[in-house]
């Protein structure tokens, strides 16, 4: 049975001082375990890994693999230099993690061919599953539909983060039901799990984890009042999340919880005052 479904946590990094606070990683780990996540992701978007060097890198997924236990955790992989993705998914194949989140190259814009060829030479030398990131808002590149099924035939390509915003495509995907179909943009969260989707990888889920455990497992139930009446209570946390640009939001967010201090590494900033106010609104309702 595939491990790609339920609610998964793109974990931010948190700073302190400019440098990488382990213990508050620690912390917000232990506590998503406690809420019953189904996953983490490290290393993803949420969690700037452009910021981080090699071995801040290594730190944070070695940091958040021991927090985990046994809570599957997935490792971001992304970049436009094809050798050095390569290293990265052999060095990946020898750490204890339980799939690779791999997304097209950014900047570079290459053809549909170019994209099968990109996901398929990784997951050919991937000894773990592949989850397909598709967020076209950050590499550039739209994976079209027949790519993505195209990628379905292979072995070790078992899921899509989908972020490209197209609900026909979302629902081609479920019904051709041969990858496992994660909302990537949490304000189609509800919208993916009412059509059939397996989960979600959600920023916003960060605050508030146990509302969005109990929406999944009661649409997956279906039990679709019960599941509408939360989807409509975490909504405004959802669209606030990303009035400004991920992981802002979600930092300042924990940040008015007392779990995190609210810091990000250049060119990134903090959510603006006003965000930040509603914020703090929105964690304390």
């Not at 090699?54 to 094809?82: F, R």
Request: contains cysteine; negative net charge; aromatic residues 4%.
């Amino acid at each position: 049975m595939s491990i790609f479904s339920g609610i998964w946590i793109p974990l931010i990094t948190p700073f302190a001082d400019g440098a990488v606070d382990h213990a508050a990683l620690r912390a917000l780990v232990g506590g998503y375990v406690t809420a019953d996540v189904a996953g983490f992701v490290a290393l993803g978007t949420t969690g700037e890994p452009a910021a981080l060097d090699e071995t801040e890198q290594a730190a944070v997924l070695a940091t958040i693999l021991a927090a985990a236990g046994d809570v599957p955790v997935i490792a971001g992989v992304s970049g436009n230099h094809a050798a050095t993705l390569r290293e990265r998914v052999v060095q990946l194949n020898d750490a204890p993690v339980a799939g690779m989140l791999i997304s097209a190259p950014y900047y570079i814009r290459p053809s549909q061919a170019g994209l099968i060829d990109h996901f398929a030479s990784l997951a050919d030398i991937s000894r773990k599953p592949v989850v397909i990131y598709d967020i076209p808002a950050r590499t550039g590149v739209q994976i079209e539909l027949e790519t993505l099924l195209t990628l379905a035939a292979h072995p070790r390509i078992e899921a899509v983060k989908d972020c490209a915003g197209s609900l026909d495509t979302t629902l081609a995907l479920i019904l051709d039901g041969r990858l496992r179909v994660l909302a990537g943009d949490d304000a189609n969260l509800f919208a993916t799990l009412c059509m059939g989707g397996a989960g979600a990888i959600a920023a916003s889920a960060h605050v508030r984890t146990a509302r969005f455990v109990a929406l999944y497992r009661a649409l997956a139930a279906g039990r679709l009042d019960e599941g509408r009446a939360i989807w409509h209570s975490l909504v405004p946390l959802v669209r606030a999340m990303f009035d400004e640009p991920n992981p802002g939001p979600v930092k300042s967010a924990l940040a008015a919880q007392g779990v995190i201090r609210d810091g990000l590494r250049a060119p990134m900033t903090r959510a603006s005052d006003a965000l930040q106010q509603r914020l703090r609104e929105l964690v304390a309702a």
